[in-house]
């Protein structure tokens, strides 16, 4: 993709969906993300080599990315529903997996996993219907959940909060010693 150019995803587009998703591009980001429909996104990444990192709003179902504190996407999410809540808090990404199932929900697709926690909190593609509906993971479109695991890495920092309304700052990348700790940990889990 053209460094800059603006890209806006809308699942099953009818004509006027599309009509609404040009709109949506033409706009800036800051803007475009609060016109958002579930399953819908905006991307326009400036290309630079600032770290990225992720803000989840769970009071207004968006996920937002930014490069340094330049916001490049935003997106709409389905978070953790009544008695599953996605817990709020800073968290690196631990663990990437494009073709991942769950080994807790009978080998559900979670497309473009991405680990927040190890006791089973993720961002993945899935079913977005606008509302806290999954089992606490941070569901995202396929076509976002795609393009997000191509520029995170393992320790982006990803931060989940119930009070942000737009215009945040986010944290800085969790240290890499941090990370090398978690994954450490994972492997040692698993060659028990």
């Given at each position: ?33 609060t016109e958002l429909s579930p399953n819908q ?44 809540d996605t817990p709020v808090g800073t968290y ?94 994972q492997s040692i889990s698993l060659e028990q």
């Open positions: 993709m053209a460094m800059g150019l603006s890209l806006a995803i809308f699942v099953g587009a009818n004509p006027a969906q599309a009509a609404s998703a040009a709109a949506i591009a033409a706009m800036p980001i800051e803007q475009a993300a996104f905006v991307w326009k990444d400036n290309g630079s080599s600032e770290p990225v990192s992720v803000v989840v709003s769970l009071m207004e179902q968006r996920a937002f990315v930014y490069r340094g504190s330049t916001m490049i996407a935003a997106t709409t999410i389905s978070s953790g529903k009544d008695g599953k690196p990404i631990l663990q990437k997996n494009a073709v991942h199932k769950s080994s807790l929900y009978d080998d559900a697709s979670m497309p473009f996993m991405q680990r927040l926690t190890w006791d089973g909190i993720a961002i993945h593609a899935g079913r977005n219907p606008g509302f806290p509906a999954s089992h606490g993971c941070i569901r995202v479109p396929l076509g976002f959940a795609k393009q997000l695991f191509g520029v995170t890495t393992l320790g982006t920092t990803v931060t989940v909060t119930d009070d942000f309304e737009g215009g945040m700052i986010p944290e800085a990348p969790v240290a890499d010693q941090e990370t090398a700790v978690a994954n450490l940990r």
